[in-house]
């Protein structure tokens, strides 16, 4: 156990962050209760020559204290969703490793609105880190742990559910291997060359279809760029399966159906809906946390378009465990998915190089909002249309089925 989780820090040090190449300092957001796993990877970090490492802990239990007796000024003042500090240490070009593991149920009695409320905060206080986040300009990383609380959501029925959890994180990690920073490298090189492919066939439309019921076109900007893994020096998902690139604003048309619960702001949301219209959610509906997705895409007036398409098999690692674990970063890589709210700029031709308001115009969207959900089921099929009207089949039976041409 203490070998592997000493293999999961090295690698998500070194191959998602690069720090044994490129040493600088380090922020590091993590649950108080992983501070077992915390101390291992500060060690390894000291051993790669870091000195400079700011903790940022975060604590389930607490947040939910305040969001139950605090105002709004309070919660907006306090450092669970208030991250300036992130913005401190963007300006010292740092690497910032973001780890989570939420007691998703903890939150279920907090208004919908105090949720809405943080969650903004959350990515509204730390502008410089976006902005250099979406450009790639500094190294970054999400992964998660494993904790009691969330581990028993996980494995309800084990009787260790920390050391299932941590199994589980360490298979779907390839942590397992013998050299698991070997098995990422020839991981990302097959996650590049389906990117590569889609970027030559250039493709302008993209037809969802599933027995759930979801009929979507998606529209691409003429300049889009698909992107995956191993397109730079950094791995900022640790795992990954995906590629993806960002739509055009205005040009989704139809009806999508979650295939996986979602969780916003530590609260579970189920069986939903959303029907679009010129890119815009125009109605919503849901078995379970329909207000807080309705007051998600109230954040500002960029929050109810897209800003990210991924395509992943549905015969991938994470989704052959046949594990929910009620974590976007893990539901996200075992499903085709997409994203509410903000695009990313480095999928638009020389897009890093433009404003956010230029990229708006090109068809980018940009949001405070960043939220993934889960679409892919095992019947699904995506067709492709080009710019000179040639279809080709990208999906079939949930999983990736284009070829060279």
Known sequence: MKENLRKYAQLLLIRCLNLKEDVRPLLISAPVRAVDF??????????????????????????????????????????????????????KKAAFLMLYSDDIELMKDVAPEKISLTSHQFRASRPLYKKLQSTDEVPWCIAIVATEGYAKKVFPKEEYPVQAMWDAIFHCTLVDREDPIAAWEKKTSLIQKKATLLNYYHFRTLHYENALGTDLTIELPKKHLWKGAGDGPYIVNMPTEEVFTSPLRTGINGIVYSAKPLVYGSTLIEDFSLRVEDGKIVEIKAAKGQEILEKMIQNDSNACYFGEVALVDYDSPISNTGLIFYETLYDENASCHLAIGDGFPTCYEDGERMTREELLECGVNHSVVHTDFMVGTKDLKITGMTWDNQEYTIFENGNFVLKER
């Open 38 to 91: 915390i101390e291992i990877l500060t060690h390894e970090a000291y051993e790669l020559g870091v000195t400079d490492i700011h903790f940022d802990f975060e604590d389930e239990g607490l947040k939910h204290e305040q969001l139950m007796y605090l105002g709004d000024e309070d919660l907006l003042e306090s450092p669970f969703w208030n991250k300036q500090i992130f913005d401190e240490y963007a300006k």
